[in-house]
C-alpha cells in the first residue's frame, strides 16, 4: 500500500520569500509519480508539478520546484518569490506505475499555506 | 487550455435521495476517476473509468455508487441512496495515459 505524509499542517510564509513544503512517501513499487496539487479557498483542485521515480532531474514549473530525495523517500515542493495568490492548501500526492496497478492517487493531508504581506 | 467540468456546483439533497454528479472530461483523454474530500480531510480515491468499464475501486466506492458514460462526452457519478455521511466535494478528474490528472472544480454534496 502507499501513503504519504506531510508533517506540516500550516506554514507561513513572507511575500517574496521562498518557503519548502515537505512531502515523504512510502511505496515498495519502483516505477511511481509524485505529484503536487494547489486548492485554493474556492475548493478546486490545481495541478502544479509531476517527478517520475526514473526521472535524472528535479521538476521545475516556473516558481515551483520539486525537491526529490529518492533515497530519503522525500518529494518537498519548493515555491520560489511567493506571492498572496499562493495562500491555499497544498497536496502532496502520488501514484504506482508498475504494470497493472490503478492510476488511482493517494494524497497527503495537505498543508496550508498563508502568504504575509 | 481544455479543462475539466462538473455541474451542479453544489447538490443539497434530502437522506435517501438519489443524485446524480456530472463531469465532461478532457475530451481527448481516457482514463477517468471520481474522488471525495470530505469538509477539512484528504482526498480520497472513490473509483476509476477507462473503456467503458470500471478499472479499480475503492471501499468507499459500495452498491450505493455506479457510473456510467452515457453518451461519450459525460462521465457521471450516481449515488443511490444519500446518507449523511456522503456530504463532501466530489472530484472528477481525468487522464490521458498514465500521467497527471486533471481535476474538475468539484460537486459540494450537502445532505440534509
Known amino acids: 500500500a502507499q501513503k504519504i505524509t506531510q508533517t506540516q499542517p500550516g506554514m507561513f510564509v513572507q511575500e517574496k520569500e521562498a518557503v519548502t513544503l515537505d512531502c515523504t512517501y512510502d511505496t515498495s513499487d519502483p516505477s511511481y509519480g509524485l505529484f503536487w496539487y494547489k486548492q485554493p479557498s474556492s475548493g478546486e483542485m490545481i495541478f502544479l508539478i509531476y517527478?517520475?521515480?526514473?526521472?535524472?532531474q528535479n521538476a521545475t514549473e516556473g516558481r515551483y520546484s520539486l525537491n526529490f530525495q529518492k533515497a530519503r523517500k522525500s518529494a518537498n515542493l519548493v515555491i520560489s518569490a511567493s506571492q498572496l495568490g499562493d495562500s491555499a492548501m497544498y497536496f502532496c500526492?502520488?501514484?504506482?506505475?508498475?504494470?497493472?496497478?490503478?492510476?488511482?492517487?493517494?494524497f497527503g493531508s495537505g498543508t496550508q499555506l498563508t502568504v504575509l504581506p | 487550455e481544455p479543462e475539466v467540468t462538473q455541474t451542479p456546483s453544489h447538490q443539497v439533497t434530502q437522506m435517501g435521495q438519489e443524485v446524480i454528479l456530472r463531469c465532461v472530461p478532457i475530451?481527448?483523454?481516457?482514463?477517468f476517476y471520481w474522488y471525495r474530500q470530505i469538509l477539512g480531510q484528504k482526498v480520497e480515491f472513490l473509483v476509476s473509468?477507462?473503456?467503458?468499464?470500471?478499472?479499480?475501486k475503492s471501499e468507499i466506492f459500495d452498491d450505493q455508487f455506479s457510473v456510467e458514460r452515457p453518451d461519450g462526452s459525460n462521465f457521471t457519478l450516481k449515488i443511490r441512496s444519500t446518507k449523511l455521511e456522503d456530504s463532501a466535494m466530489y472530484f472528477c478528474?481525468?487522464?490521458?495515459?498514465?500521467?497527471?490528472?486533471?481535476f474538475g472544480p468539484g460537486t459540494r454534496l450537502t445532505v440534509l
Open positions: 517527478q517520475g521515480s526514473y526521472d535524472q
Open positions: 473509468f477507462y473503456n467503458n468499464e470500471i478499472s479499480e
Open positions: 478528474a481525468c487522464s490521458a495515459s498514465w500521467d497527471t490528472q486533471y
Open positions: 475530451s481527448n483523454h481516457l482514463y
Open positions: 500526492a502520488m501514484r504506482v506505475i508498475s504494470s497493472g496497478s490503478a492510476r488511482q492517487l493517494t
